[in-house]
């Protein structure tokens, strides 16, 4: 299966501050990468859907100015938190489909916990 | 809206026995079902993946079926471990594959 990892794995920053997250396809040409958010014990939600090269597509409710998405390349996505507030303290997880072709299978990376004071 | 439940939302049970965590699903036009798990403070490992044509998958000590017309799988874990503690989450793929919904996972607790 596909291999993704994330950067940070844990950041903890002040309150207003902006704090990016990568998410790299480190064995798999992704044309596409998914954003999910976890608060403790519950679901991952699915924030956004990552497109290589275009704009990305959010669900119904994640504010896409405050959850900036840049896929510039086949094998990086940026999740960048502008203006973090305490609220936005969560899990993110991004994933892949590096299934073979057609099982839309899911790899997912290690997440990155966010800490915001 | 596609809507996953998963039960129980915990269990707890000795090494050695078989087990059965459910996963219910709303809306049965899915592309694939999927199993992960999910340790604590980690992201996700992927289990099995049954296709929307399939009516199960066996890896090593696991086996999950699938009942679209019920929307319902089943991972079924043959002779747990202490280190099969984790918590089992499982998600729908829509047809489109651009979505996939989770339930809230089953954390289950092996004790040697």
């Known amino acids: 299966g596909a291999v993704v990892s994330q950067h940070p794995s844990r950041v903890i920053c002040k309150s207003g501050t902006s704090v990016k997250i990568e998410c790299r396809s480190l064995?798999?040409?992704?044309?596409?990468m998914f954003w999910y958010r976890q608060f403790p014990k519950q679901s991952l939600m699915l924030m956004a859907t990552?497109?290589?090269?275009?704009?990305?597509?959010?669900e119904q409710g994640v504010e896409k100015d405050k959850f900036l998405i840049n896929h510039a390349s086949l094998t990086l996505s940026t999740l960048t938190v502008t203006s973090a507030h305490p609220e936005d303290s969560s899990f993110y997880i991004c994933?892949?489909?590096?299934?073979?072709?057609?099982?839309?299978?899911?790899?997912f990376g290690e997440g990155s916990r966010l800490t915001v004071l | 809206k596609q809507e996953v439940t998963q039960i129980p939302a915990a269990l707890s049970v000795p090494e050695g026995e078989n087990l059965v965590l459910n996963c219910s699903f709303t809306?049965?036009?899915?592309?694939?079902l999927q199993w992960f798990r999910q340790d604590p403070g980690k992201g996700l490992t992927s289990l099995l993946l049954i296709q929307s044509s399939q009516r199960e998958q066996t890896s090593g000590r696991l086996n999950a079926s699938l009942d679209k017309s019920s929307g319902r799988s089943t991972l079924y874990i043959a002779a747990s471990q202490p280190g099969d503690s984790a918590t089992y989450l499982c998600a729908a793929l829509n047809q489109a594959g651009t979505a996939l919904i989770f339930g809230k996972g089953t954390t289950l607790s092996v004790s040697s």
């Open positions: 990552s497109n290589e090269g275009s704009k990305a597509t959010y």
């Open positions: 994933s892949v489909a590096g299934g073979s072709l057609g099982t839309g299978e899911l790899f």
């Open positions: 064995d798999f040409q992704a044309t596409t």
């Open positions: 809306d049965s036009a899915i592309y694939n």
